[in-house]
Structure formats: C-alpha cells, structure tokens
C-alpha cells in the first residue's frame, strides 16, 4: 500500500495496524538542534487516548517509544521513529464481522481494492491510525515554537448534534481549557450534550458535528500559491482524516450568498479566514471541519468499544495535522527568498 506519507518538507510515513504489534511514525526533514519535549508528546497523546468518559472503552496505555533521531535531548537531523504498542486488543469481537461489511465502514472498498485485508478492528482504516499522527503532530509543534513562538492553535467542538456554540461562547475560546468541557464544546450547554451522548451510547446512536480550528500568530507569507495552497494543504490534512465531510475557511459556504461589494470591504477581512491567494496573511486564521455520524451503531455499536460523537477525539487530531502543515510551510517559507 503506497500514500503513507504525508507533507513536503516535513515529511511523516505512518505505519501499523489497528490489532498489530504497534503503530509508528516516521518523521523526515526536522531540523537538527530542535529541544526534543517528550512531555509535550506524551500530553498531546494523552489527549487522543481511547479509554475515557463517552469515546470507546478500548484501554491502551499509547506510551511512546522513541527509536531514532534524538539524542541527548535534541533532534539529530536524521530520521525520528516513534511508536506505541498496541495492548488492548479484542480481535475476536470483529471474526463474526469478518465476512459481513459494516455499512458506512470501509471495509468492502479496501477488500475490493486490494484483495486481502486486516479486518481486525477496521486494519489501518480505523481511528486508532490517528495515534501516528498525533506523536508526528507534536513533533511538528515543537518545531513550530522555536521557529515561530507568538504562533497558537487551538480546536474545538463547535456543534454537537442539535448543539451549537453561540458567538459568546467563541469569544472565550483563547481564554477556555476546551478538555474540560464534555466533547470538548466549550460552553455551558455541555452537560446537555452529556446527556444527549449518554443517551446515545446506551440506545446504540451516534451523531455528528463540527471542529473548528483557530490559529493565531501565524507569520504571514506561509503557503505556495499555486499547488500547494496553505487553504489547500490544510484541507487536504482534515479530509484524510476519517469521518470527515468537509471544510471551510473563513465566512465558508456563507460566502456563496453575499455580494461581492458586501464580502469584500476591508473592515470584513476575517471573511477569508486569514488566508488569500493561498498565502497567510497574518490574521487569525479560522477553519471548520465537518463530521458525519459515527459509523458503528445500534448492535454494532452496543457489543462493541466505539464513540458516539466522534470530534471529542477529532480535536487533538486535527490539531496534530495542523501543526504537520505549519511546520512544512515554515520551513518551505525559508526558501522563498535569497
């Protein structure tokens, strides 16, 4: 299976399967000297971690080994290996499945596509492949706070099923610790969308919803203005995420019912979401990404160990591959002038 790998200059190759012996990443073009935070990676993998309130129960510890690239506490310059073994394996529970697809799964496309598969929890097409992404994500942080320090990011659940964040509730995004909310909906409806996701959880349901994703700080001048968009990059990240179906930046699919001389006055700019012609422009740069429903439910779902509402754990993902584009794009930007 080719297409692992991801990015230009910062280049991961993910690898492993959901019930393999571990997962892995490969990360190549970081910078030799960078101070290599191991606190910092094993916080952001704390963060994605199964095992919690309302996502599924499977319990792995993800305790990342590092086998390369770091020595002495610093980055080499040479490739980085980091893996996690997978524990908490119940493959049994997928042999009655083994011969019978999941609907909204990809389980027939990828037996039709390559002839043979894993089908053990869903192989490399299941959500456990993000633990990869999220240890190249916080390599990729590390980089981007030394290259670009006033640089923050932060992501979010902004719709739950019939819940919304409000515009109050967005304005205290900077200011709020968004894991210490259910589902990570920073506002004060969140213990209704507790109930909402217990619910759903006991009866087998799932719903979906909306991420979005703010980064403040970010130099201007990041993005390659033809192919490799900064707008285009990003999307390109959150879309090979699963269960993603769709984005938007700045005013969005708003965009497409406004007049050009209302949406493009200067004192309107976040309309485009800090991002033109594919450059960054300074500003605030603002996201969505939208989610369809869990695709495991009612008895799937019950005998299983799966989420109701898959964002919860989206949020520290999307934020890895953000970080991912940073990265590639700071380093890009080095060779854009003499």
Not at 44 to 68: H, Y
Not at 280 to 292: A, D, N, R
Request: aromatic residues 6%; neutral net charge.
């Amino acid at each position: 299976m080719s297409a692992s790998s991801f990015g230009s200059r910062f280049i991961v190759t993910s690898f492993g399967e959901s019930h393999g012996t571990a997962l892995g990443v490969v990360i190549d073009g970081c910078p030799a000297g960078l101070k290599f935070d191991e606190n910092l990676l094993t916080k952001e993998l704390e963060r994605r971690r199964p095992g919690g309130d309302l996502v599924s129960q499977r319990k792995e510890e993800d305790l990342p080994e590092i086998l390369s690239g770091v020595f002495e506490g610093k980055t080499l310059g040479t490739p980085i290996a980091i893996i996690v073994r997978n524990k908490d394996q119940k493959s049994q529970d997928y042999e009655a499945i083994k011969n019978s697809p999941r609907a909204g799964h990809a389980d027939d496309v990828w037996q039709q596509k390559f002839g043979h598969r894993d089908f053990r929890g869903g192989g490399r097409s299941s959500g456990r492949e993000t633990v990869t992404r999220v240890m190249a994500g916080a390599v990729a942080q590390m980089l981007c706070k030394q290259l670009a320090p006033e640089m923050q990011l932060k992501a979010y659940s902004a719709q739950v099923g019939p819940h919304s964040l409000t515009e109050a509730d967005r304005e205290k995004i900077w200011q709020q610790d968004v894991d210490q909310f259910t589902a990570r909906f920073p506002s004060a409806q969140h213990e209704r969308v507790r109930e909402l996701l217990t619910m759903a959880q006991s009866q087998g349901e799932s719903y979906g919803g909306v991420a979005e994703i703010r980064i403040k700080g970010a130099p201007k001048g990041l993005g390659q203005p033809v192919f490799h968009k900064l707008k285009a990059d990003l999307a390109a990240a959150y879309m090979s995420v699963g269960a993603t179906a769709g984005v938007e930046l700045g005013a969005g699919a708003e965009a497409t019912q406004e007049k050009g001389t209302a949406f493009h006055q200067e004192s309107q700019s976040e309309n485009y979401g800090g991002i033109r012609g594919g450059i960054s422009t300074g500003e605030e740069i603002f996201l969505k990404v939208h989610f369809k429903p869990t695709s495991s439910i009612l008895d799937i779902a019950k005998k299983g160990r799966h989420d109701p509402y898959i964002v919860t754990r989206a949020v520290p993902v999307l934020e890895a591959m953000t970080w991912l584009v940073l990265a590639d794009h700071l380093l890009w930007q080095r060779g854009d002038q003499v």
